[in-house]
């Protein structure tokens, strides 16, 4: 029989090569799932955002500042060094088209385009562009009164 002390220093050292194989491939599992998970957040968020423009772009009159202030900031008129609801996001990433836009007519779009999304990882630290993102709807009655004749 051999004793304990001579099998745990044969040993020594096992673990320490273990976690050299097995730390790497778990860390990047660790970190793909973060970076993934935020991306996904940045995706609803983004959808989110256009849906909200257009949400308020349909029920207010014609103003695309506001419009593009609501994408971006939550808010029509945010106080200076607001920051953003996505980082990064941009008044100039948001597009407002008016299509015949009335009181029970026409529709409003905002799109949110070129918003790059940038990864925290320091080994990748590469952008990704998203795509765009669209929302539409048609005109309400609420917000204003039709022209008077």
Known sequence: MVPRRKVKNVERGATLVEFAIAGPIFFTAVFGIIEFSRLLWTHN???????????????????????????????????????????????????????????KRGGVEVKITGYQFTFSVPLIGATLVMGDYRAALAGESAGFAPPSI
């Open 45 to 103: 968020a983004l959808a989110d955002a256009a849906r909200q423009g257009a949400r308020y772009a349909a029920i207010t009159p014609q103003n695309t500042n506001d419009v593009k202030n609501m994408v971006v900031y939550g808010m029509t008129n945010p106080p200076p060094g607001a920051n953003p609801v996505i980082y990064g996001l941009t008044t100039s990433n948001v597009e407002v088209t008016y299509n015949n836009f009335g009181v």
